[in-house]
């Protein structure tokens, strides 16, 4: 199904692994006007802080607030509240965290919203880093099976507990669809346009091979943000976007 130029900016999440505010400030200039989303990652927002993630939606960007927030449910409730007062449009938990802690997170929201004109973020759910290849998940991180099957078991969590998504390869999406319904989200690291360096990923696809299987947003970096002219390399993904069947 076609697609139009601005529903394809929406998909793409432009990760901003940037050490300092300063560093990403050619980049944010550069692609201001394209209603594509920002993603603020835990190094970029250590180190700039939540006055920075204000700034972006005061810019209009939509921002996805990569935290991965992993802790005792009542920790992840005040960080949930804390982040949704920011105006974030979506952050993240761990689903290893399990469906108290997921709950909690909801509740943070929830007391953030209570009162205000604040739009609700959507919370999402890590399943399995894109990193992580089968032997890691099997002979590191102790969980047997293959990663697709615990990718799918946390989804289910996460759904369960009432998340709107979760952050997963697009190799997993039509899984995750089949298990967990088309309106759940996923969101979708690991893309790397054709002729693009894999760098540390290891389950990755083409913008258009994730358009295909369902994604509903793709996380992409270096590809855009290393690129010679990051606008340029941002208007080639969305036309692939636009073109692909």
């Given at each position: ?243 692909y069947e």
């Amino acid at each position: 199904m076609k697609i139009t130029k601005e529903q394809a900016a929406g998909r793409i999440m432009v990760a901003l692994d940037y050490p300092a505010a300063e560093a990403a400030e050619r980049l944010i200039t550069e692609l201001q006007g394209i209603p594509c989303y920002l993603k603020v990652g835990m190094q970029l927002f250590y180190a700039a802080g939540p006055s920075f993630v204000s700034s972006l939606k005061d810019r209009g960007y939509y921002v996805f607030l990569d935290v991965k927030m992993h802790d005792i449910p009542n920790t992840v409730k005040g960080g949930a509240n804390s982040i949704t007062k920011l105006g974030v449009d979506m952050f993240n938990v761990h689903a290893a965290g399990g469906s108290a802690m997921m709950e909690a997170a909801l509740e943070g929201v929830d007391m953030a919203l209570s009162g205000s004109s604040l739009n609700r973020p959507a919370v999402i759910a890590v399943t399995q880093l894109t990193s992580t290849s089968q032997a890691t998940l099997n002979e590191q991180i102790g969980i047997s099976g293959s990663v697709e099957a615990a990718v799918i078991r946390y989804a289910e969590l996460a759904k369960k507990a009432g998340l709107a998504g979760v952050v997963a390869s697009p190799s997993e999406v039509e899984a995750i669809k089949a298990a967990c319904g088309s309106a759940f989200k996923t969101v979708t690291p690991g893309i790397r346009p054709a002729g693009s360096a894999v760098h540390d990923q290891s389950r990755i696809m083409t913008p258009g091979e994730a358009l295909r299987q369902g994604t509903d947003y793709m996380v992409i970096g270096r590809p855009i943000t290393a690129a010679a002219n990051p606008k340029i390399a941002l208007e080639s993904i969305i036309e692939e976007l636009i073109s692909y069947e």
